[in-house]
């Protein structure tokens, strides 16, 4: 990757509440911070995209998610969005339908309620003109639980997607 490469790191999940928790997983919960950013990383000695970390909450929780766009490589579109791949979210769709991106050094909060929805689904880009944000790293897992599974007790984790 050269270092024009875009990669979205996701910063500051929420660590407070992991540590109030009790917590030290990469887990983060309903509340939380999403740096998009550009960087270049190397976890293994190898400078590519790095896995992200898994969001998850549980059922009926609302979520309140700060998205910060820190783009900052004139290369690319600096302009960004998120869509939370699979949750339905009444009323919203890509984002020219439910508003503008968010431009370079500017953020959006989000603010929903999952409902009665449960289940693995995605953090990823919105779709109109920055697919390739996709390609470069902004994406990961997204678990919502479900405390009333009768499945639950054949699995100790979900590792998403």
Not at 45 to 62: C, I, Q, V
Not at 124 to 132: A, D, E, K, M, R
Request: glycine fraction near 10%; aromatic fraction near 12%; hydrophobic fraction near 40%.
């Amino acid at each position: 990757m050269t270092k024009s490469s875009f990669l979205v790191q996701l910063l500051l999940w929420f660590l407070t509440l992991a540590s109030y928790l009790g917590e030290t997983s990469a887990k983060i919960g309903p509340l939380w911070d999403l740096v998009i950013a550009n960087v270049d990383v190397s976890p293994d000695g190898y400078t590519r995209m790095a896995a992200p970390s898994m969001a998850s909450s549980s059922w009926g929780d609302d979520f309140v998610i700060n998205v910060i766009n820190n783009l900052n490589d004139s290369s690319i579109v600096q302009s960004t969005s998120i869509h939370w791949h699979g949750l339905f979210q009444r009323g919203t769709s890509t984002v020219v339908v439910i508003g503008c991106p968010i431009s370079h050094n500017n953020s959006f909060l989000y603010k929903f309620n999952a409902g009665n929805q449960a289940g693995t689904f995605g953090i990823t880009h919105t779709y109109v003109g920055l697919t390739t944000q996709y390609y470069e790293g902004l994406r990961g897992p997204m678990i919502i639980y479900d405390s009333l599974d009768p499945h639950a007790g054949f699995y100790d984790v979900d590792d998403g997607i």
